[in-house]
């Protein structure tokens, strides 16, 4: 079956410009989870999305990112006022259930973003 | 709170070689711990993972990990590296149960194969 998509998968901004990231999970996932890596280092987690609602959003590493998701499926992350620093590859996952410690996660193949 | 640490950032062997990848935790509860490889320009690919079953974890590609408790490790490990090995390998524990699983990863070791 499909597995997690995301688009773009590269984009090029400027500083200072809104982006938006969307990534579609498989179908039937109940939970979806954001990452990024930066070039050179591991994957940082961002948020967590149960349904519709993110009881984890810890990651997020300031208020000009945010995320959304509806109909249990589509998620899309935005960055606003982009930043130098905002330059890396976005990845999302998916997973079955409630709980999700155990689960494996499926990831997209990324979003790669570069921030002039 | 839980952490990963990779040993060794890069790792070169030969084809044929051993495959030893260091992979060492810290977690506050019985840790649900992954093994992913990422090739170059692809998403993560599980490899495989321990959920507190059997200690010694076989994995895809012929790949296998031992969860140790008294080291706090599970390292990677394959008997025979082949070329199509070469990639970046990442560790993960998934934090503690009721933050619904999120991922804390190492920081990642590349896999070198040399013919």
């Known amino acids: 079956g499909a597995g997690v998509s995301q688009s773009p998968s590269n984009k090029v901004t400027e500083k200072g410009k809104d982006v938006e990231l969307r990534c579609d999970p498989i179908s039937g996932h109940t939970a979806l989870y954001w990452y990024r890596q930066r070039l050179g280092q591991g994957l940082e987690f961002l948020i967590y999305?149960?349904?519709?609602?993110?009881?984890?959003k810890s990651g997020l590493p300031s208020d000009r990112f945010s995320a959304e998701r509806t109909g249990e499926s589509v998620s899309t992350l935005t960055i606003q006022r982009t930043q130098q620093e905002d330059s890396a590859v976005y990845l999302c996952a998916s997973s079955f259930t409630r709980t999700g410690a155990r689960e494996t996660q499926y990831f997209g193949p990324g979003t790669r973003l570069l921030v002039l | 709170a839980q952490s990963v640490t990779q040993l060794g950032s890069h790792v070169s062997v030969s084809e044929g070689a051993l495959v030893l990848l260091r992979c060492n935790y810290s977690?506050?509860?019985?840790?649900?711990l992954f093994w992913y490889v990422q090739y170059p320009n692809q998403g993560l690919q599980l490899l495989l993972k321990y959920t507190s079953a059997a200690t010694l974890v076989k994995g895809i590609n012929g790949f296998e990990a031992e969860f140790k408790k008294s080291e706090t490790s599970f390292h990677l490990t394959k008997p025979s590296a082949h070329m199509s090995d070469a990639a970046e390998y990442f560790c993960a524990v998934s934090a503690s149960y009721n933050q619904g699983g999120k991922l804390i990863f190492g920081q990642g070791t590349e896999l070198s194969v040399k013919p």
């Open positions: 977690s506050s509860v019985p840790p649900y």
């Open positions: 999305f149960q349904g519709n609602s993110a009881p984890d």
